[in-house]
C-alpha cells in the first residue's frame, strides 16, 4: 500500500476466505491469488503478508477488524460446496464465478492434517499465526447471522457464524466503550440469596455480573440501562445492492469505527469490495481510504458513496 506508516487509525476489513469464491478483478498479488492457495498453509502465510503491510500503516493506538469466515474440505470440487446440480442452492453463483469448480484433491488435504468433510478452521489458524507474528489478539468476536445462507447437509448443523478478530499493535490503544455500548438488562442480580442493583462501571465492567461479589453482597448501585458491547453480534446480512456475494452489513463496520477512531481519524479497508467500510466511514464524519483490485466494484463504490454520502 502507498500509504505513509502510522498513517491510519482503523482497519476494518474482510478478506477473500479460503477456497470459497473467485472474485471479480485481477487477482495476483506477487505470484499468487489470495483466496484461491492451494493449502490453508500457503493462505495464512499469505494473511500474515497483508496484516504485517497493515500493521505498518496502523498507528501504535489504532486497531485492525478482521472478518473471517471458514471452509469445508471435499478433496474434489470446492472446499466449500453447497451443490453442484442445477436444483442445488449453490447454482446461480458457481454460473457467477462465485466458488471455484475446482479446488484441490484428497492427497493435498492429507498433506494438511485434514480429510474431506473437514472444516479446515482457516479463523483458528489466522488468529494464531497473526499472533506469533506480534499481533495482539484483544478480542474473538462472534458475527451470529439469523438469516445465514441455507446448505443442502443433513450431517451437521448449517453454518451460521463468521469471526472478526479484534487486532492491535500494542496492549494499549484507542477505544470508545461508551460509543458502543448496549442496552442491558433492568440491572437486577441475585448473589448470596439477595437482589443487588448495579450498575456499569466498577463492580460490573459493564457486562451485568458481580466483579468481586462477596465484597459486593448488600450494597446497592445505581444502573444507567447500558452495558459494555458483547463479543456475539446477532446482525442479519444485508444485501449490498451490486452482485457481490461477500458484502458485510453496515451495522459491522460501524460498530468498529465508532469503537476504535474519533471524528476526523482515517480508516482503511484494504479489501474494499462493495465500499460498505468506506461509505459508513464518511457518515461517521471518518476520512476513508479503500483498495479494490475490481475496476467493476471500484464504479460501484464511488457511486455509493456520492449517493449516499456526498449528496
Known sequence: MDLEDESVQCCVTSPPYWGLRKYDGEQDSGGF?????????????????????????????????????????????????????????????????????????????????????????????????????????????????????????????????????????????????????????????????????LDTEGALGGDGHVANAPNRTGRTFEYNGKRNLRDVWTIATQPSGFKHYAAFPEEIPTRCIKAASRVGDTVLDPFAGTGRTLEVAMKLGRNAIGYEISEKYCGFIEKRCIERVLL
Open 33 to 197: 491469488v489470495f483466496g484461491l492457495e492451494k493449502s490453508p498453509e500457503a493462505y495464512v502465510e499469505h494473511t500474515v503478508l497483508f496484516l504485517r503491510e497493515i500493521r505498518r500503516v496502523l498507528r501504535d493506538d489504532g486497531v485492525c477488524f478482521w472478518n473471517v469466515g471458514d471452509s469445508y474440505a471435499s478433496g474434489k470440487g470446492s472446499c466449500f460446496n453447497p451443490g453442484g446440480g442445477k436444483s442445488s442452492l449453490g447454482h446461480e453463483r458457481k454460473a457467477d464465478g462465485a466458488h471455484p469448480l475446482h479446488r484441490g484433491n484428497v492427497s493435498d488435504l492429507h498433506t494438511s492434517g485434514l480429510k474431506p468433510k473437514d472444516l479446515v478452521m482457516i479463523p483458528a489458524r489466522v488468529a494464531l499465526a497473526a499472533q506469533a507474528d506480534g499481533w495482539w489478539v484483544r478480542s474473538d468476536i462472534v458475527w451470529a447471522k439469523p438469516n445465514p445462507m441455507p446448505e443442502s447437509v443433513k450431517d451437521r448443523p448449517t453454518s451460521s457464524y463468521e469471526h472478526i478478530f479484534m487486532f492491535t499493535k500494542n496492549a494499549a490503544y484507542y477505544w470508545d466503550i461508551d460509543a458502543v455500548r448496549e442496552q442491558g438488562g433492568d440491572g437486577s442480580t441475585r448473589w448470596g440469596g439477595k437482589t443487588l442493583k
